[in-house]
Nanobody
């Protein structure tokens, strides 16, 4: 059983930065293609960013491209989401997701088996 553990959320002013982390427990030596998703109150869950198993491929939602960066530290088996120039509309619960059968970075939430518990990001205007 793989558990994903997010951290790094918090309250930040518009224009500020946060870095989210997604670590794994269980099969800790294995790498997974990983995605970040978010859900704001009253809204559907939406794709934010994803990174391939190798880390060579990354994709982003249009709303965050150029402001957010997804990366992987294989030694720590951790995936990061660096969020810069945060906007009020980035406020949401952020979730990381992974799947052992995925190689490529994908944006469809249905392709991911394992999900973290979520971390709150609040951007004040």
């Amino acid at each position: 059983q793989v558990q994903l553990i997010e951290s790094g959320g918090g309250l930040v002013q518009a224009g500020g930065s946060l870095r989210l982390s997604c670590g794994t427990s269980g099969s800790s030596s294995r790498k997974y293609a990983t995605g970040w998703f978010r859900q704001a109150p009253g809204k559907e869950r939406e794709f934010v960013a994803a990174i391939s198993w190798s880390g060579d491929s990354r994709i982003y939602a249009d709303s965050v491209r150029g402001r957010f960066t997804i990366s992987r530290d294989s030694a720590k088996n951790t995936v990061y989401l660096q969020m810069n120039s945060l906007k009020f509309e980035d406020t949401a619960v952020y979730y990381c997701a992974a799947d052992p059968s995925l190689v490529a970075a994908v944006r469809d939430a249905d392709d991911y088996t394992y999900w973290g518990q979520g971390t709150q990001v609040t951007v004040s205007s």
